[in-house]
């Protein structure tokens, strides 16, 4: 490093022969003997593999359920809508998750060349973060969701979520303060700017009121939700999914391949660009919906300038691999990368494509974003996590990996499943999107039936599911290799270190003087020059959205919900019916012809959460109230084929036997209230009267078609919301 040296007229430091200048003579640096502690990473790395092989099979069993419903064993802990979330946050938040602070643990300690700041705080991070995921497995199956994707944990559990998180960062933040390193090497970034990025996100889209222990309902509503929602769901998957292992990538794979990073330039534009673009996205998961124009403009522009940073990433981790390719060929821990890193390069070529609204009016609602995502989730996070499982375990355990044999097979089973699971989905996707949208040369639908299109998909599913099997094998071969060579090795949990104190920081000049270098030097304005980098397209998007009325146009005729549909409605979320149905009808021709009149921002600023959807298995809702008799909805909730023969929903007898609870429906209202919904305290204090007395009309109309059923069954609720969905206006000539 080239430093300017500063005169100094102490006695007894010698001149330079050619300048007469005196100069320090530098003291030989004290080398400090600490040593890393491996137990921390070998638990997150135990954590991650049981959690994936529990993640996966439950995603396996939920592709199943969606072509042989009877996979849940008529059990209504265990249906689609229920555990599709389980699956979701098993995968993301406890595979994922913990393969993220495996990895953060590992190469933060030696790039800062410091033991982590606290082995109680990186025990209570351990420890929290599996009652999280466990308080998950139990609350989900039972229905207590808050409805928001990838986001469905209760408020309690929310808070829990956020104190974990602030361990976390006191634990990485002060093993970076107390470096013997002074450089900030890339990986570093990526972590500080997905610490930062991922506490705005939940705490912003976490802003619930309670109703009681485990129930609460949304701060905002509609429109301002929707936007809210995917701003975090989209960032979710940027700041948790990839810019983690974006720095988990540039610490393991040069070290696997023993090549230095491509491009360290490369690397300082891919992490400021991708932070910045990144959170501007959101909105092209709601394109032609009720989202103001100008919102999905702004996520459609940046969603396709995000292609740059991206490939910016893929292409500096590829090209790493330079002169390493002959090793690629060999070593199957490099192959389970170079498919990641393709994985990535794709999902974010795709991504983009699908922001663009003319593709996007095919794809959004269908199997192809179900593709797109998988891609990325199996090949991108599932790969590189392979990848460092096979690096990591032999290390920590000073041992061969049992079976490399085994490792390859892992890597061509889990490609495998890839591409099976993939394919099909694309197809499944195009055909849906086609079908819906296809009128015959009469001007009419030319499959008027949604089911039509869902029995066309049914071999697809199938493929789905066995490559989903496919994969979920290959991760149980990997568990069993890990713990053979953990059993046959030992592990060093503390492994001695050495390294010098870290110097006095010279005055740089010439190349360390590039501006970058004080970045990399200094944490802290490293954390707020990333958390202003996601603030601005955060701001820019969601202020105006929230403060300017225009945006959510008011309809005089739109009426809060009545005590019994804000039961009914509670219902329907407990169920996970968003999982199958979307509530937002789309301005195309195909849509108003296939659902009625499109629906407007207007219409849902009632709506604590939004239930607008992501994905249509079957039909959208929206319009669905007085389209069809209450004895319909009754037989259809009891046995689906009775009303849609070859129907894939399950059906939902417990709805019919079980007691309608309406002890805390004054309290929801209240809390309705508290957030906006204009109830009166007269409502609030007649809410269970209000609601026996709606339930008792309900049950009465049934009588007339033949259905006796007591008014104080869930379904009798149900109904009542399903009736007043899309009713609140007209139908415009």
């Known amino acids: 490093m080239n430093v300017t040296l500063e005169p100094d007229s102490t006695a007894g430091i010698p001149a330079l022969p050619d300048s007469g200048r005196r100069v320090p003579i530098k003291p030989a640096p004290v080398v400090e003997r600490f040593a890393y502690d491996n137990a921390i990473v070998r638990d997150f790395a135990i954590a991650t593999v049981i959690w994936g092989i529990i993640g996966m099979l439950v995603g396996v069993i939920v592709a199943t359920q969606l072509f042989a419903p009877a996979a849940n064993l008529g059990n209504q802990y265990t249906t689609f809508g229920r555990i599709r979330p389980l699956h979701t946050n098993a995968v993301i938040f406890a595979f994922v998750g913990n393969a993220i602070f495996m990895g953060v643990y590992y190469s933060l300690q030696r790039l800062c060349k410091a033991r982590m700041f606290s082995d109680f705080l990186s025990k209570l991070h351990f420890w929290g973060w599996q009652a999280i995921i466990v308080s998950a497995v139990l609350t989900l199956p039972l229905g207590i969701t808050t409805s928001h994707e990838y986001a469905e944990l209760e408020w309690p559990i929310d808070i829990a979520i956020t104190l974990i998180w602030v361990v976390f960062g006191i634990n990485l933040f002060g093993t970076i303060i107390k470096r013997r390193e002074r450089h900030l090497y890339v990986a570093i970034w990526f972590y500080i700017a997905t610490f930062i990025t991922v506490a705005v996100l939940h705490v912003i889209n976490s802003f619930e009121m309670p109703v009681s222990f485990l129930k609460s309902y949304y ?73 103001p124009d100008w919102a999905q403009s702004l996520g459609v522009v940046f969603s396709v300038m995000l292609i740059a940073p991206s490939w910016g990433g893929m292409i500096n981790g590829l090209l790493t691999l330079r002169g390493a390719w002959d090793k690629v060929r060999e070593d199957a821990i490099l192959k389970f990368m170079v498919v990641g890193l393709t994985a990535y390069g794709m999902a974010t070529f795709e991504g983009p494509m699908l922001s663009l609204k003319n593709v996007n009016a095919i794809a959004h609602f269908t199997d192809w974003i179900v593709a797109h995502v998988h891609v990325g989730a199996l090949g991108w996070n599932g790969f590189l996590t392979f990848a460092i499982l096979y690096w990591l375990i032999p290390r920590l355990y000073h041992t061969p990996l049992y079976s490399k044999k085994l490792m390859n097979v892992h890597f061509w089973i889990g490609t495998m499943g890839i591409l099976f699971y993939a394919i099909p989905m694309y197809i499944s996707g195009f055909t849906q999107g086609m079908m819906w949208k296809e009128f015959t040369p009469e001007g009419t639908l030319k499959y008027p039936s949604f089911l039509e299109t869902t029995l066309q998909i049914l071999p697809m599913h199938m493929m789905r599911a066995a490559g989903g099997t496919l994969y979920l094998v290959g991760a149980i071969l990997m568990a069993y290799n890990l713990f053979k060579t953990m059993a046959a090795g030992t592990l060093t949990a503390n492994e001695p270190a050495e390294a010098p104190a870290l110097e006095k920081d010279y005055v740089a000049t010439g190349h360390d003087a590039y501006w970058h270098r004080w970045f990399e030097r200094k944490p802290i304005p490293l954390l707020i020059g990333s958390l202003v980098m996601i603030l601005v397209g955060s701001l820019v998007e ?51 012809e296939r659902y009625g009149e499109y629906s407007k921002a207007g219409e849902f600023v009632y709506d604590h959460p939004f239930l607008w959807g992501s994905k249509r298995t079957g039909p959208d809702l929206h319009r669905e109230g007085g389209k069809y008799p209450d004895s319909w909805h009754y037989h259809h909730m009891r046995d689906p084929t009775s009303m849609s023969p070859g129907s894939v929903m399950p059906p939902y007898p417990w709805l019919l036997e079980q007691k309608l609870d309406l002890s805390s429906t004054s309290a929801k209202l209240k ?33 007339k078609e033949g259905i006796n059923v007591q008014p104080d069954r869930e379904i009798v609720a149900l109904i009542a919301y399903l009736q007043r969905l899309g009713t609140d206006i007209k139908k415009i000539e």
């Open 219 to 291: 701060l905002y509503a509609g429109v301002q939700d929707a936007l809210v929602q995917w701003w975090y769901g989209h960032n979710a998957v940027a700041f948790f999914l990839t810019t983690p292992y974006l720095g988990m990538m540039y610490y393991f794979l040069p070290k696997m391949a023993n090549r230095p990073v491509y491009s360290y330039r490369l690397s300082i534009l891919h992490f400021w660009a991708l932070i910045f673009i990144y959170i501007w996205a959101g909105p092209h998961h709601l394109l032609y919906t009720s989202l």
């Open 671 to 703: 809390a309705l209230k508290s957030v906006g919904v204009p109830y009166d305290n007269l409502q609030i204090a007649n809410a269970e009267a209000n609601a026996q007395a709606q339930a008792t009309e309900v049950s009465k109309r049934l009588a």
């Open 542 to 592: 969601l202020v105006p959205t929230f403060m300017v009325e225009s945006n959510v146009p008011t309809i005089a005729t739109v009426q809060p919900y009545t005590a019994l549909e804000v039961e009914g409605r509670d219902l329907y979320i407990k169920e996970g019916c968003v999982n199958c149905h979307t509530q937002m009808v789309r301005p195309f021709r195909s849509e108003t």
